[in-house]
Every structure is written in structure tokens, then in C-alpha cells.
């Protein structure tokens, strides 16, 4: 068994219209396969859309109230925000990018023109 934490980029639909934007959610799911707590600082994370740091994102995980989680052995965290607005302007294609050192985690989201 893998004894790292699991990290996974999670996203409320890839399949979106203009009008689900603004309920639209990105979050991270942090599981624990150690057999003791583990501390987990959720500003060692960056987002990017399509290749550019989004800014929504850092304010958010930055505020201080979600940045040092500790979750207990055989546990997962699941926290999630909804930024869409702060994500997409236009129809198209979109890549989120979920980085923490050399670790990249994404995920494509595809907006129909309706």
C-alpha cells in the first residue's frame, strides 16, 4: 500500500453551459494511507487555468482559514470552493492544472456555447 497521502484535483462537472458557471466548484480531496495524522497546507498548492496562475484560487486557499488541515489516519478532506466566475469568461476549453512542487494533477472543463 502506497503509504503517501492521495491528492486528486476535484471539479463539480467537466461538462458545463454559461449558466452553470457560477455554481461551478474546484476543490482538492486529501486522503491519509499513513497510519498516523498527517498536517496538510493547502497554500503549497497553485492553480492554474489554461497555463495562468489563477488568482481567485490564492486568495481563497491563502485567507488562512483552510491552509493547515490535519487529517487523521484512514481519513480523507474534501474542501471545494465555488470559483467559476473567477475561472471562466467565455465557451471553450479549459485546463486546470493543481501543482504542489513537481506534482501536477489536471483536469479538461468544456464550456458549450449553450
Known amino acids: 500500500m502506497n503509504k503517501n497521502?492521495?491528492?486528486?484535483?476535484?471539479?463539480?462537472?467537466n461538462h458545463l453551459k454559461p449558466e452553470d458557471?457560477?455554481?461551478?466548484e474546484v476543490g482538492v480531496k486529501?486522503?491519509?494511507?499513513?497510519?498516523?495524522s498527517i498536517p496538510f497546507d493547502l497554500s503549497e498548492f497553485e492553480l492554474y487555468v489554461n497555463s495562468e496562475r489563477n488568482m481567485a484560487w490564492d486568495l481563497i486557499v491563502n485567507n488562512g482559514t483552510l491552509m493547515?488541515?490535519?487529517?487523521?489516519p484512514g481519513m480523507n478532506e474534501t474542501?471545494?470552493?465555488p470559483i467559476g466566475e473567477a475561472m471562466f469568461q467565455f465557451p471553450g476549453i479549459y485546463e486546470l492544472k493543481l501543482v504542489r512542487g513537481n506534482a501536477v494533477l489536471k483536469q479538461m472543463v468544456y464550456?458549450?456555447?449553450?
Open 5 to 13: 497521502p492521495v491528492i486528486e484535483l476535484l471539479v463539480s462537472s
Open 21 to 24: 458557471i457560477p455554481k461551478f
Open 30 to 36: 486529501i486522503t491519509n494511507n499513513r497510519s498516523h
Open 68 to 72: 493547515n488541515i490535519k487529517i487523521s
Open 79 to 81: 474542501i471545494s470552493w
Open 111 to 114: 464550456i458549450t456555447e449553450d
